[in-house]
């Protein structure tokens, strides 16, 4: 059976039998926060287990390394509804360590795409050349600070609005605290 398939099938027993019920909650964050992470398959159980975190708890917001470098691209826009919009009045930046982003190689990358069929004219074609935009870190810590920089640094960010930096293991759920906001 193709994936497709097989959520579709999943997902018709799992309305019909209103499993549904138990994640009921609305659009705004009970613990008022937003959480900017990676989106590491390790993480997608963890993370909330380890923060004590349930449904409707927290905003979250992934992308690959939970990197932050433009404070203008998708993720800071949805810090930035988060805060204005949904009530979150705290912003948890949290990495992994061992992460894939970590020491990720950019021509590398860019030649796996061509394995893949993506043609050079492609690549070639982009408005940003790859090694400007598709890259990675070689400090968890430094990523961390980094991201949280440039959220505090955002002139639309409210002035009281904590911004914490954290690492978590993947392997045990341990938290390392990188920046405390307050």
């Not at 097989?6 to 019909?16: R, S, T």
């Not at 380890?50 to 708890?57: E, Q, R, S, T």
């Not at 390394?65 to 204005?84: F, Q, R, T, W």
Request: hydrophobic share 40%; aromatic share 8%; with cysteine.
């Amino acid at each position: 059976m193709m994936l497709l398939d097989e959520i579709l099938e999943f997902n018709e027993k799992f309305v019909d039998e209103k499993g549904f019920e138990r994640f009921e909650t609305d659009k705004f964050p009970n613990k008022r926060a937003v959480i900017f992470t990676c989106m590491d398959t390790r993480l997608v159980e963890l993370l909330p287990n380890a923060l004590n975190l349930k449904n409707g708890d927290v905003k979250m917001v992934k992308n690959a390394g939970a990197i932050l470098n433009d404070p203008y691209d998708s993720a800071m826009k949805s810090i930035l509804v988060a805060i204005h919009a949904l009530q979150a009045d705290e912003v948890f930046v949290i990495a992994h360590h061992r992460c894939g982003m970590n020491g990720f190689d950019t021509n590398q990358f860019v030649d796996v795409m061509k394995d893949k069929g993506i043609d050079q004219k492609a690549i070639d074609s982009l408005e940003k050349a790859p090694e400007d935009w598709l890259t990675g870190f070689n400090d968890v810590n430094a990523n961390v600070e980094q991201s949280v920089r440039i959220i505090e640094n955002h002139p639309l960010l409210p002035e009281d609005v904590p911004v914490h930096g954290l690492v978590i293991d993947p392997a045990t759920g341990k938290l390392d605290l990188v920046k405390k906001g307050y």
